[in-house]
């Protein structure tokens, strides 16, 4: 099964709107971490925004808010005002707990979305 | 500050040859990670490894393999490269704490094909 669920293979947005994508995942740990990241065609992960699974209250940064909805399991990205600029990838990714011992890092990421910001 | 870098950008190989990918962490970050990308899919995870130590493994064959050195740097190497192993190979670099919030500073990749 699928631990990292992105069902938008691909969205529109007009400029100066909201969208959301999407992102459902799947773990038994209590203890995880939801990164989502934006990937430009020059192909580097740029990190926007995380979520712990103990975090009661949503993330946000800047123009990037978090709508975590843990019963559901589901944490989807929200970016208000879209730009031009905005046109990417973006991946959603978990990080399990617990580890494999100190130092031990994973991600697991989702297919993505690709995002097309219209003037 | 340099962020992390990858060596080489571009290559073309041809099937059965040998490649090897460099990586080059953000200074301090001694946890190197290795994804590989295959267009239209998202990364997935290979290796990783701190403190010269390998600390995960992902399901890929043994014909991948690789290592850090003692100043954190890392190569990826394939042997037999099949046709499959075209794609983007992405080195992600991490301060690897046990706090879940720890971020993962991505390089450009290295874009492999393979012909």
């Known amino acids: 099964a699928q631990k990292i669920t992105q069902t938008q293979p691909g969205m529109f947005v007009q400029e100066k709107e909201a969208v959301t994508l999407d992102c459902t995942y799947d773990t038994s740990d209590q203890s995880y971490g939801l990164f989502w990241y934006k990937q430009p065609s020059s192909g580097e992960m740029i990190f926007l925004i995380y979520?712990?699974?103990?975090?009661?209250q949503n993330a946000t940064e800047g123009r990037y808010s978090l709508n975590f909805q843990k019963a559901r399991k589901s944490a989807n990205l929200v970016i208000s005002a879209s730009q031009l600029g905005d046109s990417a990838m973006y991946f959603c990714a978990m990080r399990e707990g617990p580890y494999s011992g100190a130092g031990s890092y994973q991600l697991t990421f989702g297919k993505g979305t690709k995002l097309s910001v219209i003037p | 500050d340099a962020g992390v870098t990858q060596s080489p950008t571009h290559l073309i190989k041809t099937r059965g040859q040998h490649v090897t990918l460099r990586c080059s962490p953000i200074s301090g970050h001694k946890s190197v990670s290795w994804y590989q990308q295959v267009l239209g899919q998202g990364p997935q995870f290979i290796f990783q490894?701190?403190?010269?130590?390998?600390?995960g493994r992902g399901n890929f064959p043994d014909r991948f393999s690789a290592r850090q050195f003692p100043n954190y740097s890392s190569e990826l190497n394939v042997n037999a490269l099949l046709l499959g192993d075209s794609a983007l190979y992405l080195c992600a670099s991490s301060l690897a704490t046990d706090f879940l919030n720890t971020e993962a500073f991505f390089g450009q990749g290295t874009r492999l094909t393979v012909v």
């Open positions: 979520q712990g699974s103990y975090d009661e």
């Open positions: 490894y701190y403190e010269k130590e390998e600390r």
